[in-house]
C-alpha cells in the first residue's frame, strides 16, 4: 500500500508539472463523468418530482388489504360467517413494520345519519387514523387542525367536515369550527375543515371511535414511498397474514394498481439505462485517452523505467507504479467532472423552471458520488493496465540506451 501511495504521489507531481498536457488528456473523463453526475442528479430529481406528481394524482403509489366478505359456493356468492378482521392494534403493527418504506392508514366508510342543531342531514362517515393526512391531495385543511394520535389512543369525539357537508349546515355562514354534530348517541366537536375536493357531503372522525363496537370491517391502505417497493411491502404483508389469521392471507384480498405500477418501474428503469448507456460512451472515451497519456508516458520515461529495472526493480513494481498513476488521473478528472456537473445541474435547473408548471430540483444521493468513486479505479484500472503491462516488458538494456 504505502509504494502505491508512493506511485500516485509521482502521479500527482507528473500531473502539476505538464497541467494542460493532463488536462487535455483527461478531458473525456471530465465530461463523461460530469454527464454522467448530470444524469443522475436530474435524474433522481425528476423521479422525485414524478412520484410527487403521482402521490398527488393518482393512487399508484398505494394498495389495500381488505377481507373478503363473500365467497363463491357451487356457483353461488355467499356471505362469509366468521369473516376475519384487522384490529386497530394490528393495524399500528403493521405501521411499525412498514414505517420506513410507507404510510400505513387504517380507514373505513358507512352512510349515516348526522343531527345538527335539530337538522337531521345525511352524510358519508369516514372513520381514519391521524396518518389520512398523507393520503388525501394537498390541500389538505381549509381551517382548523387534523386530529392526532392522540385523538385515537383517547377515542376523542372529534370530526372534521367537507366544504360540502358544512354548507348543509343550519345557518352555515357561521362559523364552523367548534360546532356540534351529533352522530347516534354522541355528540362530535368540529376541529377542522377539509379543503380537498370530496364528492358529497363527508366528515371524518377518529377509527376507534367510528368503530368502538368492534363491528366494522376497516381497509386497511399503504402509500408506498417508492412505487418499486410495492411488490415487496405486499408480499410482506401476504406473509404477515398468514402468520395472524387462520384462513391466511386466502382471505383478503390485495388491491394495487400492478399494472401502473408495473409500467411507471420499467419507465423509470428505461430511462436510467439508456442514459447510462448514453453517459457509458462519453466515459470510455475518456478512458482511452487516458490510456494514451499512459502510453505516451513510458515512450518519454522509458530511460527511467531501464534504469529501474537494472537496480533491482522487478516487473510487478513497475505495473503497480503505472496502474497506480492511471488511478491516480482518472479520480482527478473523476472529482473535476463530479464538481463540473454539480455546477452545470444547479445552474440548469433554476432556467428550466421557470418554464414548466411542474417544479423539480437537484438529488445529491451519495450514492451517486459511490458510483463515481468505483466508476475511476474502475477505469483507472481497466485502460491502465496496458500501458502498465507495456512498461513492465521493456528489456532494461534497450530501455536505458533510448533517447
Known amino acids: 500500500m504505502s509504494y502505491f501511495l508512493k506511485s500516485a504521489q509521482i502521479a500527482l507531481q507528473n500531473i502539476r508539472a505538464n497541467p494542460l498536457h493532463t488536462l487535455l488528456s483527461t478531458l473525456g473523463i471530465i465530461i463523461g463523468v460530469a454527464s454522467l453526475v448530470g444524469i443522475l ?69 358507512r352512510t349515516i345519519e348526522a343531527t345538527v342543531e335539530d337538522s337531521v342531514l345525511g352524510l358519508y362517515l369516514h372513520g381514519s387514523m391521524e396518518n389520512a393526512m398523507e393520503l388525501l391531495p394537498d390541500p389538505v385543511l381549509s381551517s382548523g387542525r387534523f386530529f392526532s394520535a392522540d385523538d385515537i389512543s383517547s377515542m376523542n369525539r372529534v370530526m372534521l367536515v367537507n366544504e360540502a357537508f358544512a354548507k348543509t349546515f343550519p345557518d352555515s355562514a357561521r362559523e364552523v369550527l367548534g360546532r356540534v354534530v351529533t352522530l347516534g348517541e354522541h355528540d362530535y366537536e368540529v376541529i377542522g375543515t377539509l379543503e380537498v375536493d370530496l364528492d358529497g357531503p363527508r366528515a371524518l372522525i377518529p377509527i376507534t371511535a367510528f368503530d368502538e363496537k368492534g363491528t366494522a370491517y376497516p381497509a386497511l391502505t399503504m402509500k408506498v414511498y417508492n412505487v418499486e417497493n410495492i411488490p415487496a411491502i405486499k408480499e410482506e404483508t401476504s406473509v404477515w397474514l398468514d402468520e395472524n389469521f387462520e384462513k391466511g392471507a386466502e382471505a383478503f ?15 423509470i428503469l428505461l430511462f436510467k439505462l439508456i442514459m447510462g448507456a448514453i453517459t457509458g460512451i462519453s466515459v470510455l472515451v475518456g478512458g482511452i485517452g487516458i490510456m494514451n497519456v499512459l502510453l505516451i508516458s513510458v515512450t518519454e520515461r522509458t530511460k527511467e523505467i531501464g534504469i529501474r529495472k537494472a537496480t533491482g526493480a522487478k516487473k510487478k513494481d513497475i505495473v503497480l507504479q503505472f496502474m497506480a498513476e492511471s488511478v491516480t488521473i482518472s479520480m482527478v478528472g473523476s ?32 450514492l451517486s458520488i459511490l458510483i463515481i468513486l468505483i466508476l475511476a479505479i474502475v477505469i483507472g484500472v481497466t485502460f491502465g493496465t496496458y500501458p502498465a503491462w507495456r512498461a513492465s516488458q521493456l528489456d532494461p538494456i534497450d530501455a536505458i540506451r533510448h533517447e
Open 41 to 109: 442528479a436530474l435524474g433522481d430529481g425528476l423521479e422525485e418530482a414524478g412520484r410527487n406528481q403521482l402521490s398527488k394524482t393518482t393512487s399508484v403509489q398505494s394498495f389495500t388489504v381488505t377481507s373478503n366478505s363473500r365467497t363463491e359456493r357451487n356457483g353461488i356468492s355467499v356471505a362469509i360467517q366468521n369473516r376475519p378482521k384487522i384490529t386497530y392494534e394490528q393495524a399500528r403493527e403493521l405501521e411499525a413494520m412498514f414505517q420506513e418504506r410507507a404510510v400505513t392508514e387504517y380507514v373505513s366508510l
Open 253 to 267: 384480498s390485495l388491491l394495487s394498481d400492478d399494472y401502473w405500477v408495473e409500467q411507471l418501474s420499467e419507465g
Open 335 to 366: 472529482v473535476m467532472g463530479w464538481a463540473i456537473g454539480m455546477a452545470g445541474v444547479l445552474a440548469f435547473v433554476p432556467i428550466v423552471n421557470r418554464f414548466v408548471s411542474i417544479e423539480f430540483g437537484v438529488v445529491i444521493n451519495p
